[in-house]
């Protein structure tokens, strides 16, 4: 099958979308997410700007050969917007592969490992109070894991804590809004609310913190000890990942589960933390880091080293992904956990998909393909919009990590 067309569709049903649909002369099409939170039309350039052009008139089922030369060929490679842009035509190719097969996509990559996926919520809460009940609900929604976080006392605003509690998304504004830091406050503040939750709700259910890169390495070690009696699933993004070797102080200090992973955009953005077994999950995804080609590398390395997969699955990431995500993770043999932030009525609408979630497990379909589709006239009723992620300040004013 020869490539005839490609083209970025634009979309933002409460929130911006990029998405690449890859058309062959046998009519069979497939579709990629493409969507960069809070940089979405660089990528859409990137792709159409220089990356179609190269792609038409390719045969579709060369998806290694493709990769790499969009990879390899590149001078200027690596980084979020080029590898997002590669992973939107590396997911559409074996969208198109697995339909031209008449299979669905996990068992084009090696069939089911396990019957069901186990994802986990978000629950979060202005307060404690607020967070223990948030975790209740999405326990009786039959959540078996559960991301908890809570607003901390003198801080105005904290990442994770939003009023629409369902469909949190941290792109607000126009323009970038200035949040207020303080790690003090925060450290004295999250172990309380850990003690709580397993004191309200025992021991049978999994839960998981997001640091979102706010701590150093020592201030780290000292939460994941502290949070070590409440037998956390894991702790995310303590620290920014620049500094891989930063990981060992960490370890030096806690045996609470690390997770990081979901900004990195290449295998060499965590080689050392996987080969020296500095984490335990590996959270890369496959829009951000190369598609199924890339990542699928990323995590046999990581099953060499006792690390499993956890993949982001936050609303700034497409249904496309997370569908491409549940294939993969039902074929992966060193799957962890998937993240799985619930989509509005409005994008699950644009982007009809045959995933389901019961009781605590998302289940992909048969069809043919990863399962995502994308109603492209109704995608037009939602015109592009300007979004920033905020930034972060510490109470001095100065700049502090996002």
């Known amino acids: 099958m020869k490539i005839t067309d490609a083209k970025v569709i634009v979309t933002c049903p409460g929130r911006n979308f990029v ?20 940089r979405e039309l660089a990528v859409a350039s990137y792709l159409e700007d220089h990356l179609i052009p190269c792609l038409i008139g390719r045969d579709a089922g060369q998806i290694e050969d493709i990769w790499q030369f969009f990879y390899r060929g590149a001078y200027w490679r690596r980084g979020p917007v080029g590898m997002t842009a590669l992973a939107a035509i590396d997911v559409a190719l074996w969208d198109i ?21 186990m994802v986990y919520g978000h629950a979060n809460g202005a307060d404690i109070e607020d967070t223990v009940e948030e975790v209740g609900r999405y326990i009786d929604m039959g959540y078996k894991a559960i991301r908890a976080q809570s607003g901390v006392p003198g801080l105005p605003s904290t990442y994770g804590v939003s009023k629409d509690k369902m469909f949190y998304e941290p792109a607000d504004a126009d323009l970038p809004t200035e949040n207020i830091w303080s790690t003090q406050k925060y450290l004295n503040h999250v172990p309380k609310l850990f003690e709580t939750l397993r004191e309200t709700y025992g021991y049978d259910h999994h839960l998981l913190h997001d640091v979102h890169h706010r701590l150093t390495p020592i201030e780290a070690g000292r939460l ?21 070797e930063g990981f060992r102080l960490i370890r030096q200090h806690t045996v609470t589960p690390l997770a990081v992973g979901e900004v990195f955009a290449s295998i060499h953005d965590c080689q050392q933390l996987i080969t020296e077994q500095l984490i335990d999950y590996i959270r890369s995804t496959l829009v951000h880091a190369g598609g199924i080609t890339h990542v699928r590398r990323i995590a046999h390395l990581a099953e060499l080293y006792h690390v499993k997969t956890g993949f982001h699955g936050a609303t700034d990431l497409s249904p496309i992904t997370l569908g491409a995500a549940v294939h993969f993770d039902t074929w992966v043999p060193n ?45 037009k009723k939602y015109p592009y919009s300007r979004a920033y992620l905020p930034v972060n300040r510490l109470e001095d004013g100065s700049m502090f990590n996002w």
Do not use: C
Request: aromatic share 10%.
């Open 335 to 379: 799957f962890g956990i998937q993240e799985y932030m619930r989509h509005t009525p409005e994008t699950d609408d644009v982007f009809p998909h045959d995933y389901t979630f019961a009781d605590g497990y998302l289940h992909a379909g048969e069809t043919p393909g990863h399962g995502v589709d994308i109603n492209e006239e109704l995608a």
């Open 97 to 117: 592969k697995a339909k031209a097969a008449g299979m669905p996509l996990y068992q084009l990559l090696g069939g089911k490992s396990r019957d069901g996926v």
């Open 224 to 244: 994941g000890k502290e949070l070590e009696p409440y037998r956390l699933f894991w702790l995310e993004d303590t620290v920014p990942a620049e500094l891989q």
């Open 19 to 38: 998405t690449l649909k890859i058309t062959t002369d046998e009519g069979v099409y497939g579709i990629g997410d493409a969507t960069l939170n809070g």
